[in-house]
């Protein structure tokens, strides 16, 4: 049985300092970083040239959402202010954690064959009423949550909005009322069941995966109206240890199984569960592609042992691929797409990934939240401590958003 915990929001709602601070207490704590492990070493990849486009129709099978550029634009970045947005997560307000460089929140993604819809919260509201919009997956997907909350939170400050967290804290519902839309987020980092599943004890040194049941955690989700799902960050491990059984179960037979397989197989059921139980009257589906991170300096032509922290300008040699993102796991994603599009349920792919791999300069660095007091060897080298896997809001994930908003237009 799901306990409910559920925190009304109304702009005269006297106490309502003291319930903000329990509600972002618990989104932060949510939003621990994990521990990641660097294994994998991909050599770059080739990307086509740009074509020459005019500005045009976004939704002509001509323009390619995906491939474009940044452009400077303080004028109408960032789309919402860090401190206008109640529930920012301290995990990711780097300006209120000291940044003092903000041109990271000024750039706006411009596709070389069309220009992107202005984001309006209205018009997306619009299209939420009385639906449900549910984001799936990990730490990343729960910011690009976040991101979408505060784009709709600050354009809509007077109205009754709500938070609530159930199961756990495995769903965070966010609604605004006057429109009965739900926005939410479902902690399952790796999709079908693991030992990472609880959303705020899940650093696990051996990761074990129940690579073929889901059902515990679609039960969520299955009857929304808009899935977005991602999967990435929580696989990047040469070999995981695979559960045939439950974990109750001391019978369970466990076995270890190269990654990319395991990563299949995974997808493969989460494919399996939505060509059967996804309702394709009523259900738009969505998968972000993997987030990239920025760990390494050497591999933008940076200083050996540095990483993302001090960085304020982002890449800009066209199609720079960096090693932390695996174009093998990319494939498989696409395969998996492909064969569920060939049996007629549709997956549209946010393809993030190659525009967030020029904004080596979009993460928290040390401007975040530290959840322990840090050493004194821990303040002398603040690389070792940077956080160059998520993203600072207002940023990066607000564009991802505004994929989101433009399919959830024009589907
Ligand atoms: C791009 O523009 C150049 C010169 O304006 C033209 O020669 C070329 O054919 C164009 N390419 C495409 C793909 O439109
Ligand atoms: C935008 O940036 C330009 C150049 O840095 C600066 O001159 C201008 O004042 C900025 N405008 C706003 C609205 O911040
Ligand atoms: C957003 O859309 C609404 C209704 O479609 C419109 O009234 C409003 O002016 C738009 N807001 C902006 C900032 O464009
Ligand atoms: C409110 O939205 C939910 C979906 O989140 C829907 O099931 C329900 O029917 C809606 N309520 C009304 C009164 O339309
Ligand atoms: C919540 O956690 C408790 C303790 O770990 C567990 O017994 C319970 O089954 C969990 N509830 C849900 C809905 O996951
Ligand atoms: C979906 O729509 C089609 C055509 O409108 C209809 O034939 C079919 O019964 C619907 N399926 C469901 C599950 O509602
Ligand atoms: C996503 O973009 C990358 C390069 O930007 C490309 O190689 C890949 O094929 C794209 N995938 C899809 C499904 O569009």
Redesign the pocket.
């Known amino acids: 049985m799901a306990k409910t915990k559920e925190i009304v929001l109304g702009s005269s709602t006297l106490g309502i300092r003291n319930t903000f601070h329990s509600l972002i207490a618990i989104l932060t704590t949510l939003l621990v970083v994990t521990t990641i492990y660097l294994t994998q070493d991909i050599g770059g990849v080739e990307y086509s040239q740009e074509t020459n486009g005019t500005s045009g129709d976004p939704f002509s099978s001509k323009c390619d959402l995906f491939s474009g550029k940044w452009v ?1 634009d ?2 109408s970045y960032p789309l919402y202010k860090e401190k206008q947005c109640k529930f920012m997560s301290d995990q990711l307000a780097c300006e209120k954690f000291g940044r003092k460089d903000l041109s990271y929140q ?1 750039w706006r993604w411009k596709p070389h064959q069309c220009d992107l819809p202005r984001f309006n919260a209205t018009t997306l509201l619009e299209k939420l009423r009385n639906k449900r919009l549910v984001f799936v997956g990990d730490s990343l997907i729960r910011g690009q949550w976040l991101s979408m909350i505060c784009l709709v939170d600050s354009s809509f400050s007077s109205t009754l909005k709500s938070m609530q967290t159930i199961s756990n804290g495995s769903l965070n519902i966010f609604k605004v009322k006057e429109y009965n839309a739900s926005i939410e987020h479902y902690w399952s980092p790796l999709l079908v069941e693991s030992n990472s599943d609880d959303p705020i004890h899940h650093r696990v040194l051996e990761r074990t995966v129940r690579v073929k049941a889901i059902e515990k955690h679609a039960r969520y989700w299955d009857d929304a109206d808009f899935l977005v799902f991602n999967t990435y960050l929580w696989w990047r491990r040469p070999v995981m240890n695979v559960l045939w059984g439950s974990f109750e179960d001391p019978n369970g037979v466990y076995k270890r199984v190269e990654m990319l397989r395991v990563y299949e197989m995974a997808l493969r059921t989460w494919s399996e569960w939505l060509e059967v139980q996804i309702n394709r009257n009523k259900t738009k589906l969505f998968f972000v592609s993997m987030s990239p991170t920025h760990e390494r300096a050497e591999e933008w032509g940076g200083t050996n042992g540095d990483n993302c922290y001090k960085e304020t300008n982002m890449i800009t040699k066209e199609g720079y691929w960096g090693k932390g993102s695996d174009p093998k796991m990319m494939h498989i994603v696409e395969n998996v797409i492909e064969d569920l599009k060939r049996r007629g349920l549709n997956v549209q792919i946010l393809n993030i990934t190659q525009l967030s791999e020029y904004r080596k300069e979009g993460h928290p660095s040390i401007y975040r939240k530290q959840w322990e007091p840090l050493t004194q060897t821990q303040i002398s080298n603040p690389n070792g401590y940077a956080d160059c896997i998520h993203w600072c809001l207002p940023g990066v994930p607000d564009v991802w958003n505004e994929f989101l908003y433009a399919y959830i237009l024009n589907p």
């Open positions: 400077f303080n004028e000024n």
